[in-house]
């Protein structure tokens, strides 16, 4: 046997690595980001504030400014605290962790967030996808016999989901909820929340099981990497004991603590982005042969003939969009495209027009 035979867990060498793609010199509408930048004048009051960050100091690991932030603007309950991470993938991953019990199983509708069953593999966590329907809506049904099958000790609802855009019925994850009971928690992961303007966080006083999880990055901070996620407080104070001490790094959350007292011009930045996503939608029905799936997040999901094709034909005009098509049966044929601003919009508008 090999080195890496001898020492690596055969699941970590069955898995192929996340693979991003080189994006330099594209219009580059791949990855949910916030096209736009800050002003002038908020970067160089943002590069003051960094600049009087200590960088030879550990950040103290109760984060409570920050926190304290967070809890304001973004909605979190009274009495309700958050739980941090570096992104919200790390907190995917701490709570995969935290529930890996021998035998323990993960379940999310499928095709939905690759983190999610990635973190649980990575934990040896069984992973149990549930296919959405045809149109790629939730198949409740068939999510309630999954619960009752396996019991699973997590429960993804990607709220709304990605890479469908799909905003699941209100009621239909409260009923899983319901099923799913104290034999495991439900994570409704809000990561879109600015373009869904719908949330489960004002309700979590009513479900014991429910966690909601949130992160910075679609609203436009997806580079500083922050996380935080809201429940009730006996499961946060264990999902904290696995969370590494130092986890946000003192440039993040001095830059989410500035960026907190100016999210306003983040909060217009989205609106405008809902705006542009009814347009580009109004605009991809128009076109012949495309069918554009229903969105409450900053992407929009449509389906081509030929769509490996058309990804060649905008990659060869400089477009970079996420071809989806062989995620899953469900989304044959599919590309993700993130909503940009009017003129990156435009150009990605010709460009498929010219590459259909
Ligand atoms: C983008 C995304 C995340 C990851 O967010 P980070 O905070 O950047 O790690 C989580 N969940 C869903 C559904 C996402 O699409």
Redesign the pocket.
């Known amino acids: 046997m090999s080195l890496i035979e001898n020492i690596i867990r055969t699941e970590i060498r069955d898995l192929s690595a996340y693979h991003v793609a080189d994006s330099s010199g594209f219009v580059k509408l791949d990855a ?1 980001e916030n096209p736009y930048t800050l002003s002038a004048a908020l970067q160089s009051a943002l590069a003051e504030r960094l600049a009087q960050v200590d960088l030879n100091r550990y950040p103290v690991p109760s984060y409570s400014a920050l926190k304290n932030a967070i809890k304001k603007e973004f909605g979190i309950p009274v009495n309700y605290d958050v739980v941090l991470g570096n ?3 790390e907190l995917i991953s701490m709570v995969s962790v935290a529930c890996a019990k021998p035998g323990a199983s993960v379940l999310a509708p499928v095709p939905g ?1 690759v ?1 999610y069953a990635m973190s649980a593999r990575l934990a040896g966590l069984k992973f149990v996808g549930v296919p959405l329907r045809a149109d790629l809506t939730l198949d409740k049904p068939a999510m309630l016999a999954a619960i009752h099958e396996h019991r699973p000790a997590i429960t993804y609802l ?1 709220y709304p989901n ?1 890479p469908t855009g799909t905003l699941f019925e209100v009621a239909d994850i409260e009923d899983i909820l319901r099923a799913v009971g104290d034999s495991g928690v439900v994570i409704v ?1 809000e ?2 929340q600015p373009f869904a303007l719908s949330s489960f966080m004002s309700r979590l006083a009513e479900f014991d099981n429910l966690i909601v999880m949130r ?1 910075v ?2 609203l436009g901070l ?1 580079g500083i ?3 935080y996620m809201s429940g009730s407080q006996a499961l946060l104070n264990e999902f904290e004991k696995v969370r590494p001490p130092y986890n946000i790094n003192v440039l993040t959350e001095a830059a989410a603590e500035f960026m907190l007292q100016h999210v306003a011009v983040l909060d217009a930045q989205a609106a405008l982005l809902r705006e542009q996503r009814t347009l580009l939608a109004a605009a991809l029905q128009q076109l012949k042969g495309v069918e554009v799936f229903p969105s409450a997040a900053n992407f929009l999901l449509i389906r081509v003939p030929q769509a490996e094709q058309v990804f060649a034909n905008l990659l060869k005009q400089k477009i970079l969009v996420k071809n989806v098509g062989k995620m899953h049966a469900l989304l044959e044929n599919c590309l993700r495209i993130t909503v940009s601003t009017p003129a990156e919009n435009d150009l990605f508008l010709d460009a498929l027009k010219a590459s259909l």
């Open positions: 949910m992104g919200s993938d967030f983190m990607a990605n992961d990561a879109y992160t990055s679609k997806a990497r922050l996380g």
